[in-house]
């Protein structure tokens, strides 16, 4: 049985919770990889992982952080150990799945998406992190080995360079900390 | 704090106001407007980020089948009672990593390929039975996510105004008048999604309320699972769900929450 909140989850239960997630990290390791099949791949992994590790699991409350945890640790193992090779954004955004991602009915959305996709990793990461994971500031830092200050330096350079290329002027410091 | 301080700090995290910044936007407009401008551009942001992920995959919800392997491929897990909640996960997470950096011996090899078989035969197993399973629904996703905070329906004092505008205001939604007093109130993440979780007294005991701006329903659904009866029912943007653990009339519970969103105002800011 596994804690959840004051109650407790029973495995049935879990599974519930954990294929609840699904779409969630799908999306998380799309962001994060910017393709669709490592990103099944990585969501796999941490599917099995945390089914393996179910007894371990105390709290249920704690689950989407955890699964979001291991979705990015997977994803920067798996481009560690098949060393992949850094991809041209033209092809990125050619791919067919890409290109699915980036439409929308409202052709601001498609751009901003866009932007995102071109955004260096370094501030791709935490962004989605924050935006989309609901990391805090501090946990950003510890997840991706930085000081705080130096996570509040990529996060308000993401937010100035998605404006910049989403056609929104920047703020009027560009010096960052 | 200077011009360029509060900037790079609204630039950096939107939603957050320290005591310190907020005593300087009271005091300046400029910085006041660019906070504006960035949290209205921080919700288009989450709104680009947040994918709708069965239509690039092609699939329809739910997608594939929860990996199961069995019992014994998974060892025992160590006793982590009386530990600090989070600190089991962080232990899983970091012992996983290591793990997965040791170099394999010619030894270990053969177990490995014998647990990758293992997990291979469980993954189709698991498939067979997952696949047989009624299709996940979205009322049955709504009651495992109120399983998961039972203490919620314990609750018997009111919720301070500021921390039910907070829980409003995340996810974009305003009540006007006509709901009960609301006990419980919190932002919980479901599909994708920050929505209100709140729960409401009436004189026949707590209902749960869940209001689900990004989930639409056609017409109204009554569902009872786990114990729970529920109502789904669409609202003019998306739908809103009511559930009790006693036998009541929904509909009027519904109703009241519907005519408060329908009722409501600009949503806060």
Same mark, same amino acid.
């Given at each position: ?63 989407? /952080?955890?699964? &979001? %945890?291991?979705?990015? $640790?997977?994803?920067?193992? =798996?481009? @560690?150990?098949?060393?992949?090779? *850094? ?61 705080? /200050?130096?996570? &509040? %330096?990529?996060?308000? $350079?993401?937010?100035?360079? =998605?404006? @910049?290329?989403?056609?929104?002027? *920047? ?7 | ?269």
């Amino acid at each position: 049985m596994i804690e959840s909140g004051r109650g407790e989850a029973t495995e049935e239960q879990l599974a519930r919770l954990l294929e609840s997630f699904r779409s969630d990290l799908m999306r998380f390791a799309f962001w994060l990889s910017r393709d669709r099949s490592i990103a099944e791949d990585v969501v796999q992994e941490t599917m099995l992982r945390a089914w393996r590790a179910r007894n371990e699991l105390r709290n249920t409350t704690a689950l989407r /952080p955890w699964l &979001l %945890t291991i979705v990015r $640790r997977e994803n920067a193992r =798996l481009y @560690e150990r098949k060393r992949l090779p *850094t991809v041209d954004l033209d092809e990125v955004i050619a791919n067919q799945d890409v290109a699915l991602a980036l439409n929308d009915a409202d052709p601001e959305i498609a751009d901003l998406r866009r932007a995102i996709l071109a955004l260096p990793d370094e501030y791709r990461e935490p962004i989605v992190l924050q935006v989309l994971g609901g990391f805090s500031t501090g946990e950003i830092a510890k997840e991706l080995s930085l000081t705080v /200050p130096a996570v &509040l %330096t990529r996060l308000f $350079r993401a937010r100035n360079k =998605l404006r @910049e290329m989403y056609g929104i002027g *920047t703020a009027s410091t560009e010096e960052a900390p | 704090m200077t011009h360029d301080e509060a900037r790079e700090l609204i630039g950096a995290v939107p939603g957050e106001a320290s005591a310190e910044l907020q005593a300087h936007l009271k005091t300046c407009p400029e910085c006041q407007a660019y906070r504006d401008q960035m949290l209205a551009f921080d919700a288009r942001l989450r709104q680009a980020l947040e994918l709708d992920w069965h239509k690039i995959a092609g699939t329809a919800p739910p997608a594939g089948p929860i990996p199961k392997p069995p019992a014994e491929a998974t060892g025992s897990a160590p006793d982590t009672a009386g530990a600090d909640p989070t600190a089991p996960v962080r232990a899983t997470v970091t012992a996983l990593t290591r793990k997965a950096r040791v170099p394999l011996t010619k030894q270990a090899r053969p177990r490995l390929f014998a647990f990758a078989a293992s997990v291979a035969a469980a993954l189709v197993i698991g498939g067979v039975l997952w696949l047989s399973r009624p299709p996940e629904s979205l009322a049955a996703e709504i009651v495992t996510h109120v399983e998961g905070e039972p203490h919620s329906w314990e609750k018997t004092e009111p919720v301070q105004t500021e921390k039910l505008d907070a829980v409003l205001r995340k996810s974009g939604v305003n009540l006007g008048s006509g709901m009960q007093p609301v006990v419980y109130a919190s932002s919980c993440w479901f599909r994708g999604h920050y929505v209100p979780h709140v729960v409401v007294t009436t004189k026949d005991g707590p209902v749960t309320v869940m209001i689900l701006l990004h989930e639409r329903v056609n017409a109204a659904q009554q569902f009872n699972e786990a114990g729970y009866s529920g109502l789904l029912v669409p609202a003019t943007t998306g739908s809103v769900a009511v559930l009790s653990r006693t036998p009541m009339n929904l509909e009027k519970q519904a109703a009241s929450v519907v005519h408060a969103l329908q009722t409501a105002g600009p949503t806060p800011n």
